[in-house]
């Protein structure tokens, strides 16, 4: 870690996942999801996310091609998120063109090209015969109002329907395109989405990305991540504890002492955190100290058979 230090004066190190290394975390890790990795990286990392791309691909232009989207663009018949109704073209009919929305300096773009002639100009193999993609990227703050909305409408329970489906609807709410219409930009908002647009986007509902109202939703985020996993430990301690609560919470506070020396100021600043949310006061490297001393003689009290 020897990169710039944050405003808080903690040297900061930045990781950049590219297309390789994204398929590099899903092999070596198949029984996650990228929903975990988000959640790892805020919660545990209390990682700051400067941009994420979250993007859909067309493998068989069973609804549209590139030609009728740029087509309904042209026309006038969409409407988007972005102050700028009008897009760049980019590119050429042999190696791909490209349609984007946005700029490198805004907080969102929209970029929709043809990846397959893409990836034939990099002179790399392609098991498929038509490729669309379409890429959302968001950057600044809205990276991280975009992941902390993610895991908010993300259900943990199905999160494969559940994170294709909050794409899709994101996708939606970014760019709406319309039946031909002779209304004006501003008026389209009055005309209905073109079926073959909602039949792409598996007929979602539109969804908007809200900003956090407060930092409160970090703890609440962690405390869900938590979840997930202990309730299924304390019930298994407490039925080998034969039902007891005490000799439950003995088993608890002594993984908590197995783990409490490990916290060091890295982990202290990142509980501060939590307590600060949570509008509670700061501690200090002697406060924890000081919790360790009460833990134990907590459970040599509740150890005692009377």
């Given amino acids: 870690m020897a990169g710039p230090k944050s405003k808080a004066g903690w040297p900061t190190c930045s990781i950049l996942l590219k297309g390789t290394g994204c398929r590099e975390f899903e092999r070596l890790n198949p029984d996650k999801t990228w929903y975990d990795f988000i959640l790892f990286f805020i919660t545990i ?10 993007t859909v691909d067309d493998y068989d232009g069973e609804y549209f091609d590139f030609n009728w989207i740029k087509a309904k663009l042209d026309k006038g018949n969409f409407t988007s998120t ?3 109704k009008y897009y760049k073209l980019h590119g050429c009919a042999e190696e791909g063109y490209s349609i984007e ?6 907080t969102q773009m929209l970029v929709i090209y043809e990846k397959l002639k893409e990836q034939k100009k990099k002179k790399k193999e392609v098991n498929a015969n038509y490729w669309l993609r379409l890429e959302m990227r968001y950057m600044h703050e809205k ?3 975009t992941c902390l909305d993610l895991l908010d409408k993300v259900d943990p329970n199905n999160i494969t329907d559940s994170f294709n489906k909050y794409v ?3 996708l939606y709410q970014m760019l709406d395109i319309k039946i031909d219409n002779n209304y004006s930009l501003t008026d389209q908002s009055k005309v209905e989405t073109d079926p073959k647009w909602h ?14 109202k407060s930092k409160e939703s970090t703890f609440d985020i962690f405390k869900k991540y938590i979840l997930q996993t202990y309730y299924e ?19 608890i506070i002594d993984d908590v002492l197995t783990k409490i020396d490990l916290i060091d100021n890295l982990k202290l600043k990142k509980i501060n955190s939590y307590l600060e949310e949570l509008h509670h006061p700061k501690i200090r490297m002697v406060d924890i100290n000081n919790l360790k001393t009460n833990l134990l003689s907590k459970r040599e009290e509740l150890g005692l058979p009377f």
């Fill in 45 to 54: 990392l209390n990682a700051n996310p400067t941009q994420i791309d979250l």
């Fill in 199 to 212: 039949d792409f986007l598996n007929n979602v509902d539109k969804i908007k990305i809200n900003k956090p």
């Fill in 168 to 170: 899709l609807s994101i």
């Fill in 82 to 84: 972005f102050q700028k």
């Fill in 143 to 145: 990276a991280l109002y």
């Fill in 233 to 251: 430990y304390f019930i298994v301690i407490y039925l080998i504890s034969k039902k007891d609560i005490y000799t439950t919470l003995i088993s």
């Fill in 101 to 106: 929305f946005g700029s490198h300096s805004s």
